[in-house]
């Protein structure tokens, strides 16, 4: 049974850095993506950013690039979530997922890749 969670959520002020953490488990997850995702209030699931396991390819929202970085370390089936330079538009609860795609090396967007196990989430909260 896979099981993701997620960690590191919080208060932060604009302009500051969270890291946020997805211990992952109940399967080698070779061959799979990775990805967070957030739900602001009233707003509807968004992907943020995606990784390869295999690869280490990523994926990222126009959104967040260039502020965001996602990492995964193998050895400790973690992906992490390093977010620099926050905005108040950033707050929302972020969710790890996992999913597979056609292939082992699939790049790891939601069109690519169909994520199917979550976490239960970790709250972020950006004041101005």
């Known amino acids: 049974q896979v099981q993701l969670v997620e960690s590191g959520g919080g208060l932060v002020q604009a302009g500051g850095s969270l890291r946020l953490s997805c211990a992952a488990s109940g399967r080698t997850f070779n061959g799979y993506c990775m990805a967070w995702f957030r739900q602001a209030p009233g707003k509807e699931r968004e992907f943020v950013t995606g990784i390869n396991w295999n690869s280490g390819s990523t994926y990222y929202a126009g959104s967040v690039k260039g502020r965001f970085t996602i990492s995964r370390d193998s050895a400790k089936n973690m992906v992490y979530l390093q977010m620099n330079s926050l905005r108040p538009e950033d707050t929302a609860v972020y969710y790890c997922?996992?999913?597979?795609?056609?292939?082992?090396?699939?790049?790891?967007?939601?069109?690519?890749?169909?994520?199917?196990?979550w976490g239960q989430g970790t709250q972020v909260t950006v004041s101005s």
């Open positions: 997922a996992s999913g597979s795609g056609a292939s082992a090396w699939a790049v790891p967007t939601p069109s690519e890749c169909r994520y199917n196990y």
